[in-house]
């Protein structure tokens, strides 16, 4: 099918609490709608740079420019047959995994559409529901974090990850574990020590963790191994795994017992099924994380977490948990068991709302224009 236009828009939500991280705090969420036409239909994508450096080295600006410049120009015209040729055609551009991901997944949704299937189907999905659980961010307070994480579990939700720093770590785990003596609870450092903080994690092994993400260097995986090597509670990368030939590497040398898979950190929904495919290879669980997508990269989030070896909630919570307006119609709810549900229509399988999205666009650009 040839692609005939694409359309980007840089749009800002605002979040209804500040999401604070070991390395920095949100308080909107900027991100780029990508939208491909062709044969009549539209396709939707979200790239999920941030507007800082601070996860990753993207950001908006540089996403914007390298999918303007670079990425929108390689499929403009092109009769595209299928999502996974696009990576090889992508590697040409050095980096920026969430600038491709972002024209990558707005194509999986418009070949999907144009098939008549849902992208869960499209991907290989499995099931018409997804574990989820919610990410919580560092709180002013012990107290605070135990009240935020109770509102949680009353409306539903059955896994809690909480965001750790240096200072913020072990009391903040045992206020929880005295509050919820059951609770499925795991960490997310985002990369905010080092091996000097060993006897901190090996106090976190006594708190029956489902995982402790990310906890060393963003591009580490040596000294994650010789962690692992001390720790009972599996550890999970995230920051790390940038490609399928870093999951391999990250298993053969023991770097980690869980991999989180975001198509944005990878380099789109190809990247992400190849790391799912690999880990599934060796008995590796594998879970969606998120990067507090509007309900345009949470549809696709979704989507990839009915493959078979995705075997632990994901980072993929309700719209509700994060804003109080949607770009899509209906947003997604939390179903009782914990879950979000799989849309079944076409692509995505979700409505995007092209009013509401006109109300938090910053600038936009089509080729051709
Ligand atoms: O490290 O998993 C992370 C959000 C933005 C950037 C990085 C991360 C996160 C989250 C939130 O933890 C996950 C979500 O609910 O979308
Ligand atoms: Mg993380």
């Known amino acids: 099918m040839y692609l005939e236009r694409v359309a980007l828009r840089h749009i800002q939500m605002p979040l209804l609490a500040p999401f604070e991280t070991s390395g920095w705090v949100e308080t909107e969420r900027s991100c780029i709608i990508v939208a491909v036409f062709g044969g009549g239909l539209i396709g939707w994508g979200e790239c999920v740079a941030m507007d800082g450096p601070w996860y990753s080295y993207e950001t908006t600006e540089t996403a914007w420019h390298i999918l303007r410049d670079f990425l929108v120009p390689m499929v403009l015209g092109q009769d595209i047959q299928h999502a996974e040729d696009l990576s090889a055609q992508f590697e040409r551009v050095r980096g920026h995994p969430m600038a491709k991901a972002g024209l990558e997944i707005a194509i999986w949704d418009w070949l999907a559409k144009a098939s008549g299937v849902s992208l869960a189907q499209a991907l290989g999905g499995v099931r018409d529901r997804v574990d989820v659980g919610v990410s919580v961010g560092i709180q002013p307070s012990l107290a605070n974090l135990v009240e935020r994480v109770e509102r949680y579990l009353i409306e539903g939700y059955r896994r809690i990850k909480i965001k750790i720093k240096p200072g913020w770590d072990v009391a903040a ?30 106090a976190l092994d006594e708190y029956n963790l489902l995982l402790v993400e990310q906890p060393l260097g963003a591009d580490d995986l040596f000294d994650h191994a010789q ?47 190849r790391i799912h495919d690999l880990c599934a290879a ?88």
């Open 173 to 202: 785990v045992q206020a929880l574990r005295r509050a919820f003596p059951e609770l499925r609870l795991q960490v997310d450092a985002n990369s905010a020590y080092t091996l000097a903080h060993v006897p901190i994690f090996q």
């Open 282 to 369: 060796q008995n590796i669980p594998v879970w969606c994380g998120g990067m507090l997508e509007t309900g345009i990269g949470r549809a696709a989030n979704v989507a990839l977490a009915s493959l078979p070896n995705f075997r632990l909630p994901g980072d993929i919570s309700a719209s509700a948990r994060y804003y109080a307006e949607e770009v899509i119609d209906p947003p997604f709810v939390l179903n009782p068991d914990s879950t979000l549900t799989v849309p079944r229509g076409p692509g995505i399988g979700v409505h995007v709302d092209e009013r509401q999205l006109d109300r938090f666009t910053l600038r936009r650009m089509a080729c051709p224009a």
């Open 227 to 273: 962690l692992q090597q001390q720790l009972r509670t599996p550890i999970c990368l995230d920051e790390s795994i940038h490609t399928p030939d870093d999951a391999r590497v990250a298993l053969s040398l023991g770097s980690c017992r869980v991999i989180n898979i975001k198509p944005g950190r990878v380099g789109g929904l190809a990247a992400s099924r």
